[in-house]
């Protein structure tokens, strides 16, 4: 049985990989056996909003197999991989299975918290277990071992001592992972036990808020995958995201062994302004204003230590710094700063040109990329700024209006990996392309039907557009692009989206109760299903892009099409709307134009090398622990990037900044260099992006076709004269 994927996913995952929110101070490992007042209350408000038709979209009754649905997806929470729990561990827990549902709606906490108490154990078990073996002689790479390490669909191993078998195999697959890197035994060990040693500490660390979450999430996901319980610090944490925007330092921290690293300083901010900052420096004190305590942080989780960095703009903040270059026992430098407000520039849209060279006599084109990661929008601002507020649609306006300005022949709206955001972005995004007209149709969960439409007058670009996706473009990304499809006003490329069809509203706990402050979180609730103007819904089956490339990830394996319980794909009735143009006409030529061109196109094909090569090793789910295999494979990835790196510069290619990093250096995000660490991430941005570039060439084929021939520019492009004006 596949299980949803859970927010927060796995716990152990979060830990091992970036330990941003579950990173606690080293107090009180033993959960207390109760729930607080306030747990239990907010318990019983999640049930009774998920349980309302007036509010939820599809509510469940707790039955039988909601509960046995919420007890799977709260052990999957915490133990996804099965290295944890054993079947004998799992036999037990399944005492509480019938009256999950029931202790939900009671706010019955006691049995989530006791097995999260054993899952605690377990893992301090393991780990114990881990830093033995490195004591061991078991580091023979000769024979034909594997690590398993997709285990998701594997049965609970039956006892401790296949456990100890199973991490057996992931310790030593960690050991050879650094001996490649070229590690001595030594140094493998000394990282090895640190690595083992914080995850057990981080876990031992977590708190009674942890479970909480994480149970009340195992409820909220059985209603549907998109509906979240948010506590009051995580709701903070998502306005902050969607408003790009906070006030405090300007810096981006994160976890090293006990200790916050600066991983990087936002420009214009008060860190970096000050001049007394860099990248790998350590924050081991922080006190408020010019008198308060000083507060010793140092083992302290990442976001308990965020919290007293943060603040009100104008308001000051001590912190006691050492430098990365010093040791950490060595005296810190304390720096004043006065906090202010941040805008997270990274995360807006931005733009670039990319100049393709003349083709059959013709002039060279030149189509300008806007970069979208998400639909975001500052909520608050809006209401409270007079119209100073940060906005996708805002943002992407005035690049498209730089863009008019330059004289740009097309454009290519890059939404891949764009996870969604505000519904009223992704209208007010469609807006900027066509005249007015229906976006996008709600559905609400008792049948009614809205439809949300442009109603400004005019565009803010009326020429060439195509929209490039992938599998990780979804909800508002899906909206926009199947508005554009629905319209005929721009080519989709790339590959089909997520899948998800469903509207979120962010409800407030606090409203039932009128209590005074946030203490009881806020839930994120599917509400309403969108469907398309032409009336199809994207639900499980996304947008299908009018010129396909490669799939990176089967739609088995990530997409809205993976959960138990997603909403079936449905079909409503059209609504009026404009239809711009139809390139199915054109279709064919450009097909055949881009096949001859990426067969030609180095980077492209080596893109799609690379492609099969990773879904080949996926299909794998293990990897050898035989050195000579490994050595192998690792040596040849290097020669084949240090060919490629060589017949770029023999083509004149751009070099790949990258191509000289290691494919594997064996450590995890926490144990590298911070300041080369986020070097090498900037520098990946610069990579070579046969995609985009490859979607730009598409564009501009389909203006050289369209101006070239009439008949075909009349059959694809009727309304020439307004939006989606491609001929000139």
Known sequence: MKLNRIAPVSLIALVLAVPLGLMARSEGDALPGAPTAEQATTSKLVYGLLSDSRYAYRPRPLDATMSAEIFDHYLEALDGSKLFFTAQDVARFEAYKPQMGENVRSGNLEPAYAIFAVYKQRVAERVAHARALLKQDIFDFTGPDRWVYDREDSPWAADAAALDALWKQSVRNDWLRLKLAGKKPDEIRKTLDRRYLNLANNVAALKQEDAFQTFLNAYTSTVDPHTDYMSPRTAK?????????????????????????????????????????????????????????????????????????????????????????????????????????????????????????????????????????????????????????????????????????????????????NGGGSLNEAIELTGLFIDKGPVVQVRESGGRISVESDRTAGVAWDGPLAVLIDRGSASASEIFAGAIQDYGRGLVIGETSFGKGTVQNIVPLDRWPSSEGDRFGHVKLTIAQFFLPGGSSTQNRGVVPDLAFPVTVDASEFGESTYDNALEWRQIAAVPHQRYGDFSPLLPKLRQLHERRVANDREFRWWSEDVAEFRAEREKKYVSLNEAERRAERDRDEAKRKQRQEERKALGLALDPLADSSTDDGLQASERNVAEDAAREKAAEKRPDPLLHESAAILADAVRLLNQDRRLSAQVLPESTGPGRWTQ
């Open 237 to 417: 944490l998502f306005n902050q995201s969607m408003s790009l925007s906070l006030e405090g330092i300007g810096a981006q921290l994160q976890k090293q062994d006990d200790v916050v690293v600066i991983r990087e300083l936002i420009a214009g901010g008060p860190a970096a302004l000050s001049g007394k900052f860099k990248p790998g420096d350590r924050i081991v004190g922080v006190g408020q204003g010019t008198s308060g305590p000083m507060e010793d942080v140092v083992g302290w989780r990442l976001d308990d230590v965020v919290e007293k960095i943060k603040g009100p703009k104008d308001t000051q903040v001590r912190l006691d710094v050492v430098p990365g270059e010093a040791t950490l026992d060595s005296n810190p430098v304390r720096v004043v700063l006065t906090r202010a407000r941040i805008k997270l520039e990274e995360q807006a849209a931005k733009s670039e040109v990319i100049t393709l060279p003349a083709v059959e006599g013709g002039a060279e084109k030149r189509i300008g990329v806007i970069k979208l990661p998400a639909f975001y929008q500052d909520f608050e601002g809006r209401r409270t700024r007079n119209g100073e507020y940060t906005s996708a649609s805002r943002d992407v306006a005035r690049l498209l209006g730089q863009f008019r300005a330059d004289g740009i022949d097309g454009v290519v709206l890059d939404l891949r990996s």
